[in-house]
């Protein structure tokens, strides 16, 4: 039988702090997932929780330091303290009483603490102690990864492949209503722990477009058109998020005119897209002597006051 002090490497008067510190230090460095090729680290992980699970619990370890029980939790005088006949721990008498002793099943030891401080256990569970109660052992820690997506890739949902940190590459589902922040759970690919792996989260991050932006769930795009096209209309071809289409310019379309391409933005969580949003900006050659010419010439033609409504 070991002395429990001494497999945690502690004086018998060390706190209830020192005493779980130690315990978590020799834990981590004993845990049989990260000794899998050495048989003797899981038997020493195994002594050093017993000795825990015994130290951790005030009655145990009150018995063990009066000398009540063993190292492993058992009585060391199996008929009464002081004999046959004798009494039982607290004076009174009645011989040996089997409840007076514990064998490992006791309230005192409850390793979840620890093992969630050491392994990531995320809610619900605890570990399966030597002593103590016995729980679903906890899964390993989250990890987080932080993905930056293309603008285009994200309104079109493209699949986004990804290396994670044991080096495998994944390939990504983005979901409909992705944009900045949305985070996406990938089970069992985070730490290692004794109820398994636990998983990875991806949080993503949508890079800017030089020409396109985002509003809700709708793209806007600038459109710029010459002067040629503004009056005289025709067709003139546009971007998209996935590929160009033709959009038929009316005759005498000015700047600032708005165009809807429907199901050409975003897709919606609650299912379908938004639309593309194209507003018209009318782009002025450089002046020549012909253009300067021309416009004098014809300035009489629009007598409108385009600034009317501004009271000006």
Do not use: C, W
Not at 1 to 30: F, N, Q
Not at 118 to 126: E, I, K, Q, S
Not at 198 to 216: K, L
Not at 252 to 276: A, E, P
């Amino acid at each position: 039988m070991a002395d429990p002090y001494s497999t945690l490497g502690v004086a018998r008067g060390a706190s209830e702090a020192d005493i779980k510190k130690a315990y978590r230090k020799l834990a981590k460095e004993l845990h049989p997932d990260r000794n899998k090729d050495n048989p003797k680290a899981s038997e020493r992980f195994s002594q050093v929780t017993n000795a825990y699970d015994l130290l951790n619990d005030k009655d145990k370890r009150a018995r063990f330091d009066r000398g009540e029980i063993d190292g492993d939790g058992n009585p060391t005088s199996p008929f009464g303290h002081g004999g046959f006949g004798g009494g039982r721990p607290g004076g009174q008498s009645g011989g040996f009483r089997p409840e007076d002793y514990s064998f490992g099943g006791g309230e005192g030891a409850d390793m979840s603490d620890i093992f969630e401080g050491l392994f990531g256990n995320r809610g619900g569970g605890g570990f399966s102690s030597g002593f103590g109660r016995r729980q679903p052992p906890p899964k390993g820690a989250n990890i987080a990864y932080k993905l930056r997506v293309p603008f285009i890739d994200a309104a079109a949902l493209s699949p986004q492949r990804t290396m994670l940190g044991d080096g495998k590459t994944v390939d990504l589902k983005l979901p409909a209503g992705v944009e900045n922040g949305t985070q996406m759970r990938l089970a069992g690919k985070g730490e290692p722990g004794p109820g398994g792996a636990g998983d990875a989260i991806v949080t993503i991050e949508v890079t800017p477009h030089r020409y396109f932006t985002r509003d809700g769930d709708d793209v806007r795009l600038d459109l710029p058109i010459t002067l040629a096209e503004a009056v005289l209309g025709g067709g003139v071809k546009v971007p998209t998020v996935e590929k160009p289409v033709m959009l038929t310019i009316p005759k005498g379309t000015s700047s600032g005119k708005v165009f809807r391409l429907k199901g050409k933005g975003f897709h919606k969580k609650g299912g379908g897209r938004g639309d593309q949003m194209i507003t018209i900006m009318v782009t002025v050659p450089q002046v020549s002597p012909e253009l300067e010419a021309f416009i004098n010439e014809h300035k009489d033609i629009d007598t409108r006051n385009p600034r009317a409504d501004m009271g000006v």
